[in-house]
């Protein structure tokens, strides 16, 4: 018998996905930082859109947006994030969210479907306060104190502040519900080439990547750039950028076969061409999904600082600024997926991990979560040029509601 269930509407999602694209337009992206006007408009988009699918909409007092239904039956929890990167892509987040709003608006209005989809947008997944601020919220790991500390990464504005324009101030925070949802699901964009190359158009998400962030400082002394001379220097910014070069050449003997490692950003202490820095400091993360490999990779970060150190001129020391453990994605999730795109995607998907940190690993640690993957146009994200072809999006659209209908058992 040919399968008659409501479907995904693409012509709908890519109207939704176009109507938020226009909102903080950037090029052919977005600018939407968290907290701004074009991130506001575009909660107040989504809080417009959600009572169409069966829900009742509201904003968190950290900006968390969520859609919940009164529906009996079991309950099933998908979304993503609305704000993005400074000078960004249109599809990292809002594709994750349309997705759950698409997949409420044809399984809440099925009677064959015991139960329902809720819908929920992360604040800040992006990090301009924070890192997952909003699911980190929801799953009861953010303190006031945290948010009291918290301060805009661009300009230094207090979140407080920022939740004060938002007319957040005093609203409660949403915690999780235990028990409220069989578990999560995300859709997002690839940001890689895995599946453009490969032809694919399905990725199955197996793990997330854990994120593990340091300081490194290097002291050195602050002298004439004119009138040192170069033996007796003690050059900080010079010793950092050996130490730069020294991680690429010993980080390959001790890594995974997925680790990466990158340095974000480096300062120099005082800043001028006329003086020699006294003091310099570098941004440095570390990503892979086995905790093993991150051990062994920080033991010898701290070595190679030790090294410098007796070496000289300067002193190096390492601070772990952030831990972000892997999160591994649940089993039977992955299959309902995989079944949903052998169905609409003619079995086009792999099994992969996550390179990127997304909301999902934090709602893993309080129930079953997984992601699905679309492909990006050259691997391309964090960038205005982001893009992803309509019929991929159709076809990520049509496999994700299948995936929660089965998922809820429909």
């Known amino acids: 018998m040919p399968d008659t269930k409501p479907r995904a509407d693409g012509q709908r999602v890519l109207a939704d996905l176009n109507a938020l694209r226009a909102i903080g337009a950037y090029k052919t992206g977005v600018h939407k930082p968290t907290f701004s006007e074009p991130h506001k408009q575009s909660l107040d988009w989504l809080v417009q859109k959600l009572p169409d699918a069966g829900l009742t909409a509201a904003i968190d ?11 009996p039956g079991p309950k099933l929890l998908a979304g993503s994030h609305l704000e993005s990167q400074n000078y960004a892509g249109w599809l990292d987040g809002p594709l994750g969210v349309v997705y759950a709003l698409e997949a409420a608006r044809v399984l809440n209005a099925d009677p064959s479907v015991k139960g329902a989809v809720e819908v929920a947008a992360w604040c800040d997944e992006e990090g301009h306060f924070g890192s997952f601020l909003g699911s980190r919220s929801y799953v009861g790991q953010v303190t006031e104190a945290e948010i009291d500390a918290a301060r805009d990464r661009t300009n230094g504005r207090p979140m407080r502040d920022a939740l004060a324009d938002m007319g957040l101030t005093g609203r409660a925070r949403v915690a999780v519900e235990p028990k409220r949802h069989v578990g999560y699901l995300e859709a997002h964009i690839e940001q890689g080439d895995t599946l453009e190359s ?135 999730f992955q299959d309902a997926i995989e079944a949903a795109s052998k169905t609409l995607a003619s079995g086009r998907s792999i099994r992969m991990p996550s390179g990127a940190g997304h909301d999902a690993q934090m709602l893993a640690t309080v129930m079953p979560a997984a992601m699905l993957f679309v492909p990006s146009i050259g691997g391309i994200s964090h960038h205005w040029t982001e893009n992803t072809a309509d019929a991929d999006i159709v076809t990520g659209a049509q496999v994700f509601v299948d995936a929660c209908r089965r998922l809820l058992g429909g």
């Not at 007092?61 to 009164?70: E, L, Q, R």
């Not at 910014?237 to 390959?252: M, Q, T, Y």
């Not at 051990?295 to 070595?303: G, I, M, P, S």
């Open 61 to 71: 007092g950290i900006g968390n947006v969520f859609g919940t239904s009164a529906k």
């Open 198 to 332: 490969d032809k694919l158009a399905i990725g199955v998400v197996t793990s997330i990547v854990g994120i593990w962030q340091y300081r490194i400082s290097f002291t050195g002394e602050q002298n004439h750039a004119g009138t040192t001379r170069m033996a007796v220097r003690k050059d900080a910014g010079l010793a950092l950028a050996k130490f730069c070069v020294a991680i690429d050449e010993r980080f390959p003997t001790a890594c995974g076969p997925r680790t990466v490692w990158t340095t974000g950003r480096i300062t120099l202490d005082p800043g001028a061409p006329g003086i020699i820095p006294g003091g310099a400091e570098m941004l440095f993360q570390i990503r892979d999904d086995n905790p093993a490999v991150i051990a062994r990779l920080e033991e010898l970060l701290r070595t190679m600082a030790e090294e410098a150190s007796v070496k000289g001129p300067c002193t190096v020391t390492v601070e772990k600024i952030r831990t972000g453990a892997p999160a591994m994605m649940n089993a039977g």
